[in-house]
């Protein structure tokens, strides 16, 4: 049913079914992530802290929808790379909410909103070509 939705969205945008899934399985995953970190910020913690721990939650939920769903890909040896991507988007997470905070920006809500949105595009590019990466189909033959 979910491959012929976005299927169906594919061809009627023009948009890569590739894409079409990210954009819903990437909203499912910003849409968790986001969860979990406004309940820490409402549990009191600071944000850093809260990105941290929604970053960790999120991992283990990610890998699997992006792997499975996104990219066709269910290799678990994956995840190792899958952890450096994500501590590079948790690193880049802290930064936009160091930089907007310190603009001034006092809604916590709002500034996790915005970065989630920034943070989840670069996701998708470092996940497609770093993580997830086809290879070229002569490799794949030689390495069976």
Known sequence: MFAKCCGFISRLTHLPEEFIRFLIIGTLNTAFAYGVYSLFIFAGLHYALAVFLSTVIGIFFSFKTFGNFVFANPDNR???????????????????????????????????????????MVSFFLNKFVVFKKEPEKQREIKN
Do not use: D, H, P, Q
Not at 90 to 116: D, F, H, K, P
């Open 78 to 120: 994956l995840i190792f790379k899958f952890f450096a991507v994500y501590a590079l988007c948790y690193l880049l997470n802290v930064g936009i909410l160091r930089l907007l905070t310190g603009a001034g920006m006092e809604n916590l809500y709002l500034a996790g909103l915005i970065s989630s949105f920034l943070v989840a």
